[in-house]
C-alpha cells in the first residue's frame, strides 16, 4: 500500500515545465502541510526531437504520451501540462478535472525595441508555431519565418544568435519565467488569435483514484475551465493537433461565453475567422458548432494541404 501523505508528480523537464510542476506542488504543500509531494522528470518524445519542426513529426501528444504511460503504469500519480500540448483525447483511465487560473493567453513580440507594425520589409521572424506564422504572414506577407524549436530561454537567445528582427512566444510562459522585461509587446487578439488552452496548466489524473481527484479539486480554476473546454471541443472538431494552424480564444462574462475560432494556410494567404455566443454551460457544443462552421467555409481542405506536406 503506497504512502496515503505522498503524491508524485510527472512533469517534463524544461525550466517553464518545472516552475509548473512547482507552482502546483506549492499549492497543494501551502492547503495541506502534511502531504509528501515530489517531482518526476520525464522526457517526451518532443523533448528529443529538437532537430525537426513538431508538425513534421505529428504533433499530438508528443509532450504528454510518456508522462501519461507513468501515469498509467503507477509511477507517478498526477501530471501537469501546459494545455495546448494535451491532445483532446486522452486515454481512456486518465481525464483532466483540474484547470488552474490562466495567465496571460497572448502571444509576445521579443524585439530589439520595434512593435510588430514598426519591423522592416522582409523582417525575419522566429517562431515554433505554424498557428502564429499563418496569421502573421497574413498581415505581413514580406516577412521572412525562421522555424524555432529547443526551450524557452535558447528560444529568446536566438533573437540575437541568428539574427532574427524578432521572436514570438507565448506572454504566459515569459511571465512565469519572470522575464516579462524581454518583451517587447503583447501582440492583441486581432493580431494573432491564441493557441488552444494557451496560458493555461491543467492537471491530468486516473479517474478511479479519489484520493487524488479530491485532493486536487480546489486548484480548478472554474473560468478557465469554462473557456478552455469550450476552446478544446473546436479543436477537437477540426482534429487539430498542437501543431497545425488552428487558433481558438474563449472569453467568459458572467454565464456567457464568446469564442473566436480561426483556420489559416501557412503561407498565411487564406485566414477562416468565425466566432459563436452562447452560455458558458455550452462550451462543447458551441466549440463544435464552431468547428463546423469554418469547415464549411474551407478549412478542411486547409488542413488537408497541411497534413499532406507535413
Known sequence: MKNSKEVRIGTRGSQLALWQANWIKSTLETRYPDLEVSLVKIKTTGDKILDVP??????????????EEAMLDGRIDLAV????????????????????????????????????????????????????????????????????RGNLDTRIKKLDTE??????????????????DK??????????LPAIGQGAVGIECRREDPRINDLIDFIRHDDTFDAVV????????????C?????????????????????????????????????????????????????????GRILEEVYKNS
Open 54 to 67: 513538431l508538425a513534421k513529426v505529428g504533433g499530438k501528444g508528443l509532450f504528454v504520451k510518456e508522462i
Open 81 to 148: 501540462h501546459s494545455m495546448k500540448d494535451v491532445p483532446t483525447d486522452l486515454p481512456e483511465p486518465l481525464h483532466l478535472p483540474v484547470i488552474a487560473e490562466r495567465e496571460d493567453p497572448r502571444d509576445a513580440l521579443l524585439s530589439h525595441g520595434k512593435r510588430f507594425d514598426e519591423l522592416p520589409q522582409g523582417a525575419r521572424i522566429g517562431t515554433s508555431s505554424l498557428r502564429r506564422q499563418a496569421q502573421l504572414l497574413h498581415k505581413r506577407p514580406d516577412m521572412k519565418m525562421i522555424s524555432l
Open 163 to 180: 539574427g532574427l528582427d524578432a521572436v514570438i512566444l507565448a506572454a504566459a510562459g515569459i511571465r512565469r519565467m519572470g522575464w516579462a
Open 183 to 192: 518583451i517587447t509587446q503583447i501582440l492583441s487578439t486581432e493580431i494573432s
Open 230 to 241: 469550450a476552446e478544446r471541443a473546436f479543436l477537437k472538431k477540426l482534429e487539430g493537433g
Open 243 to 299: 501543431q497545425v494552424p488552428i487558433a481558438a480564444y474563449a472569453e467568459i462574462d458572467g454565464e456567457n461565453l464568446r469564442l473566436r475560432g480561426l483556420v489559416g494556410s501557412v503561407d498565411g494567404k487564406e485566414l477562416i475567422e468565425d466566432e459563436i455566443r452562447g452560455l458558458r454551460t455550452d462550451g462543447v457544443r458551441l466549440g463544435t458548432e464552431l468547428g463546423e462552421r469554418v469547415l464549411a467555409a474551407g478549412a
